[in-house]
């Protein structure tokens, strides 16, 4: 008799633990826009921002029939649509990872600050794709745009400063996330890395040359960012991968 209550109590806390299907759903399709988002970035990153790395013109001529199929699709050269689709799809991705209402609550304050940095002052990882902003938006723009640049100017690391408090705080939600999974634990190290891209980023502007050869930030950036963008590309596929799994 003892058994057979075991057993039944192990199945019930089986089935609390047991991801919702919608849950699943919602966090695949995140990882599915992630590995759309960041494919696309790690391309704009290698043809179109002039970036100087060792074996770029191999990557190049490797990567160059991707490049040439993505064209034909005009909305994936949007700045914009890039922009939107990155923030919106860590946001999901927060709501079906972490189980702290607070913690949403601060990343989701934080991503949309974030947003507004990439969209308005085109900082950080889409920093060099071109964003126009929809018409229905501008006349919000315009009502935001003047309090924003009062804030802005104030220092030229405020827009950078948003978005490295965002992606500590998506690290940390990430890392003490149980039961640990493959896919999120990747996911984690690539924004490690883009972390330490954006932090070559403030060296670059508060140290300039005083210490280290201008050169050095870009290039530790450059590979920063790269590794970066391919580990979440991997983050995000097992996560895919991780729908069909029970």
Known sequence: MKKQQIVVVQQENLKKKRTSWFTKLIRTLSFLTLLAVFSRLLLHFIFDANVTVIFIDQLQSLLHPIQDLLLNFEFLQDGF????????????????????TPLKLILTILFILSYISMVYKEVFII??????????????????????????????????????????????????????????????????SIVLGLFMIFLKIVLIDAFIPVNLYDLVRNYAFIIGYVIVMMGSLFGILGFFRN
């Open 81 to 100: 649509i890039i922009a939107s689709a990155l923030m919106l799809s860590l946001l999901l991705l927060t709501f079906t990872v972490s189980k702290s």
């Open 127 to 192: 920093s060099y794709m071109e964003i126009t902003i929809p018409t229905f938006l501008v006349s919000y723009v315009d009502l935001i745009g003047p309090t924003l640049d009062s804030l802005f100017v104030l220092n030229n690391l405020i827009p950078y400063l948003i978005m490295f408090i965002t992606l500590v705080f998506l690290i940390l939600t990430l890392g003490f996330r149980k039961p640990k999974r493959f896919s999120l634990s990747l996911l984690r190290m690539g924004i490690d």
